[in-house]
Structure formats: structure tokens, C-alpha cells
């Protein structure tokens, strides 16, 4: 099985290539059975809000985690997710740790992430979207993700 992950920056477009990619792919004969495994955290933010805290991010990653896994058990083709496992880490270093059980859960998503990358790599093939113009609010994440670097 081949492992596709998208990353960048909110509103880069990684869901709108996700969803080009495993069309594409669909349409080839050589692959057979191909899954797009959507961002969790957008369902999340539409029931409960923005993400605030570090425990809101590990819990959506755990459930980005299951979504995967439950369709890796399938004998895929290819799967391809516009929220690999590592953006939960990188989305959850700006979260404010206040606590010891922030600064924990922060920890958990580390090793989780790394756990998930050894001994061999979780995908085959990263596609990384650079920005090309200003980030716009897209409302799946709060202000606070954006790079302000990137906004120049």
C-alpha cells in the first residue's frame, strides 16, 4: 500500500489536492482501492469550535490516527489524508501549556508521532503546499496557527 500525506499551511489547499489526487488515482487501472482520509479536526470545529488547548489536539489526533487505521485494515491500493499525523504535533506547539496535564498531553503527541514513524516511515510520499499568497482564516483553525512570517 502506498501512504500519501498533504501538509501546509491552513488554506493552502491541501484538501482540494487530496481530493484531485485520489480522483486522479481512481481513474488509473493500476490502482484498484483508494481512500482520501479527511482532516478530522474539521468535524471536530464544526460541532465544538476552534481548538484551544493541547488535550483538544491529541484527542483529534487520536481519532485522525483511527481514522487511518481502520482503513489501512481494508487491502488498499493507495491511501491519501490531507492531514498527516505530524501536523496534530505542529499545530499543537503554538497551543498555550499551562499546566502539567497540558505539558503531558503535549508529550503524548510527540511520542505518538514518533512511535508512528518507527521503525519505518508512516508515509510513502509527503507532499509539502508552500504558500504562495497571504494565509486567509479558513475557520478550521484559529488565528493563532498562522505564521505571521508568512504573512508578509
Given at each position: 500500500?502506498?501512504?500519501i500525506?498533504?501538509?501546509?499551511?491552513?488554506a493552502s489547499?491541501?484538501?482540494?489536492?487530496a481530493r484531485?489526487?485520489a480522483?486522479?488515482c481512481?481513474?488509473?487501472k493500476?490502482f484498484?482501492?483508494?481512500?482520501?482520509v479527511?482532516?478530522?479536526a474539521?468535524?471536530y470545529i464544526?460541532?465544538y469550535?476552534?481548538?484551544?488547548?493541547?488535550l483538544?489536539?491529541?484527542?483529534i489526533?487520536e481519532?485522525?490516527?483511527?481514522?487511518?487505521?481502520?482503513?489501512?485494515n481494508n487491502?488498499?491500493?493507495i491511501l491519501?489524508?490531507?492531514s498527516?499525523i505530524?501536523?496534530?504535533?505542529l499545530?499543537?506547539?503554538?497551543l498555550?501549556k499551562?499546566?502539567?496535564k497540558?505539558?503531558?498531553?503535549f508529550n503524548d503527541?510527540?511520542?505518538k508521532m514518533?512511535?508512528?514513524n518507527?521503525?519505518t516511515p508512516?508515509?510513502?510520499?509527503i507532499?509539502?503546499?508552500?504558500?504562495?499568497?497571504?494565509?486567509?482564516e479558513?475557520?478550521?483553525?484559529?488565528q493563532?496557527?498562522f505564521?505571521?512570517?508568512?504573512?508578509?
Amino acid at each position: 500500500m502506498l501512504r500519501i500525506g498533504i501538509c501546509g499551511i491552513p488554506a493552502s489547499g491541501k484538501t482540494t489536492l487530496a481530493r484531485a489526487l485520489a480522483a486522479r488515482c481512481s481513474k488509473l487501472k493500476k490502482f484498484q482501492r483508494i481512500e482520501l482520509v479527511q482532516e478530522y479536526a474539521r468535524e471536530y470545529i464544526k460541532v465544538y469550535g476552534n481548538i484551544t488547548s493541547v488535550l483538544e489536539q491529541f484527542l483529534i489526533l487520536e481519532k485522525q490516527i483511527e481514522k487511518e487505521e481502520v482503513l489501512c485494515n481494508n487491502r488498499l491500493d493507495i491511501l491519501i489524508t490531507d492531514s498527516p499525523i505530524f501536523l496534530g504535533f505542529l499545530y499543537s506547539i503554538e497551543l498555550p501549556k499551562t499546566s502539567p496535564k497540558e505539558i503531558m498531553f503535549f508529550n503524548d503527541i510527540f511520542r505518538k508521532m514518533v512511535e508512528l514513524n518507527y521503525p519505518t516511515p508512516r508515509y510513502d510520499i509527503i507532499f509539502h503546499l508552500c504558500p504562495t499568497i497571504k494565509p486567509v482564516e479558513d475557520g478550521i483553525r484559529s488565528q493563532i496557527q498562522f505564521n505571521k512570517k508568512l504573512e508578509k
